[in-house]
């Protein structure tokens, strides 16, 4: 079983047990399920904002703990003023040490749109993601079969989130459909773990025209980002990068800062 199977299996559990405890009837009167929410396509097409999602992770699979002193009260306003387009955070506990209230936190203390990070296969995991205020949802192409992905994106819609989709592979891109909002290459194999910014310009041509497109995992540099940029992507989901540093979110407004200055 490769990492990403055993996610699988355990989110499976996890999500049965949620659901058993919290019915989808009751995330339905939670407040942020009626309330309008910032969008992340929108932010991304703008651009007064730089493009760059900035991720809240404590520690992941492939690189263990990565920041476990600093708080989402700290380093979201930071991201916030660094002038990114989005922030991720990600809500697995068991391989992530995220959780649910990072992101309720996280959308109660900035403005900008927050992505739900997490491994999404059921339907109640859109529901939940809506009731703690996220303004979109991660799709994992390498996990959900084609009739999976439809339904769920119609769900996200229905409700009034973006759907962020991820691939790795050519293959994996037949599984986008018109609902979509913003397409991601994953520059790591989540089976692997190998990174590699290849994986991105390899894919970008043949991404679909009408979406936004986005790389994700191991930028490091205002290189990077110029780079990427070049071969049409507007996005940059970024993670360690910052939250390896002690103050994650100065270290954003820094990079930031250096992009403006070189682009
Ligand atoms: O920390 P990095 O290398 O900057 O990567 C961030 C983000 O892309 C990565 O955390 C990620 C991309 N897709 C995912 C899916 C699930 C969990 C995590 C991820």
Same mark, same amino acid.
């Given at each position: 079983?490769?990492?990403?199977?055993?996610?699988?299996?355990?989110?499976?559990?996890e999500v /049965?047990?949620?659901q058993? *405890?919290?019915?989808?009837?009751?995330l339905?009167? *939670?407040d942020?399920?009626?309330k309008?929410? =910032?969008?992340l396509?929108?932010y991304?097409?703008d651009?007064k904002?730089?493009?760059?999602?900035?991720?809240f992770k404590? +520690?992941s =699979?492939s690189?263990?703990v990565?920041?476990? $002193?600093?708080?989402v009260?700290?380093?979201? =306003?930071?991201y916030?003023?660094a002038g990114?387009?989005?922030?991720?955070?990600?809500?697995?506990s068991e391989?992530?040490g995220?959780?649910?209230?990072d $992101?309720?936190?996280?959308?109660?203390?900035?403005?900008?749109p927050?992505l739900r990070k997490?491994? @999404?296969?059921?339907? #109640?995991?859109?529901?939940?993601?809506?009731?703690?205020?996220a303004?979109a949802?991660?799709?994992?192409?390498a996990?959900?079969?084609h009739?999976q992905?439809?339904?769920?994106?119609?769900?996200?819609?229905d409700?009034g989130?973006d759907? $962020?989709m991820e691939v790795h592979?050519?293959?994996?891109? %037949?599984?986008?459909? =018109? @609902?979509? %909002?913003?397409?991601?290459?994953?520059?790591?194999?989540?089976?692997t773990?190998?990174?590699?910014?290849q994986? +991105?310009? !390899?894919?970008?041509?043949? @991404?679909p025209s !009408?979406?936004?497109k986005?790389?994700?995992?191991?930028? #490091?540099s205002?290189?990077d &980002?110029?780079?990427l940029r070049q071969?049409?992507?507007?996005?940059f989901l970024?993670?360690?990068?910052? @939250?390896r540093?002690?103050?994650?979110g100065? /270290?954003? &407004? !820094?990079?930031?800062? +250096?992009?403006?200055?070189? /682009?």
């Open positions: 079983m490769n990492i990403l199977d055993k996610i699988v299996a355990r989110k499976k559990i /049965a047990q949620q058993d *405890y919290t019915s989808i009837e009751k339905k009167t *939670y942020f399920f009626k309008e929410v =910032p969008s396509k929108s991304l097409h651009d904002h730089n493009g760059i999602i900035s991720e404590r +520690s =699979p690189k263990g990565i920041n476990s $002193l600093s708080t009260e700290q380093v979201i =306003p930071l916030e003023k990114v387009s989005g922030i991720s955070v990600l809500t697995d391989f992530f995220g959780n649910k209230s $992101l309720v936190v996280a959308r109660k203390v900035s403005t900008v927050v997490d491994f @999404m296969i059921a339907d #109640y995991q859109i529901y939940e993601a809506k009731a703690i205020g303004s949802i991660l799709l994992i192409a996990i959900l079969s009739n992905a439809l339904q769920m994106s119609q769900l996200a819609k409700l989130l759907i $962020l592979n050519k293959e994996e891109l %037949d599984i986008v459909n =018109p @609902m979509v %909002d913003v397409v991601g290459v994953n520059n790591r194999n989540l089976k773990f190998e990174v590699s910014l994986q +991105s310009i !390899d894919l970008a041509a043949a @991404m !009408d979406v936004v986005i790389s994700e995992s191991g930028i #490091y205002v290189e &980002i110029l780079l071969h049409g992507f507007r996005g970024i993670g360690e990068n910052f @939250m540093t002690k103050n994650p100065q /270290a954003c &407004i !820094d990079f930031s800062e +250096s992009i403006k200055q070189k /682009a």
